[in-house]
């Protein structure tokens, strides 16, 4: 069993990007925020930001190629009023996809 989810793809009809949990389910994602190349704590305040900016019930996906980083969000997320939903491995970076509670 892998540790990490393994699709993301984006759609070709409007650009939406989506992700394929592990569990099957397709999530839409309101907001991509790249934090490729960027260390700690930048991911970590891109991310409330973006948090702040979306609507409950939406995800994000934030994208990480820090290690650090990528094991550092998913327990912010309680922290940010946020539920961590998986992080999906995509080459040399992380997609940690996390949706907002309330």
């Known amino acids: ?15 939406a990007v989506q992700v394929q949990l592990r569990d099957g389910r397709v ?6 925020v790249d934090c490729r190349g960027d260390s700690c704590p930048r991911p970590q305040l891109m991310t409330k930001r973006a948090l702040g900016e979306v609507a409950p019930g939406a995800v994000i996906d934030v ?36 949706r907002r509670i309330g």
Do not use: C
Not at 1 to 15: C, E, H, P, Q
């Open 63 to 98: 994208l990480v190629d820090n290690p650090t980083s990528m094991e550092a969000l998913p327990p912010l997320a309680d922290e940010l009023g946020a539920a961590y939903l998986e992080t999906v491995k995509d080459g040399a970076f992380w997609h940690v996809l996390i």
């Open 1 to 15: 069993m892998s540790l990490f989810g393994t699709k993301v793809r984006t759609t070709a009809t409007d650009g």
């Open 27 to 32: 999530l839409q994602v309101a907001r991509q």
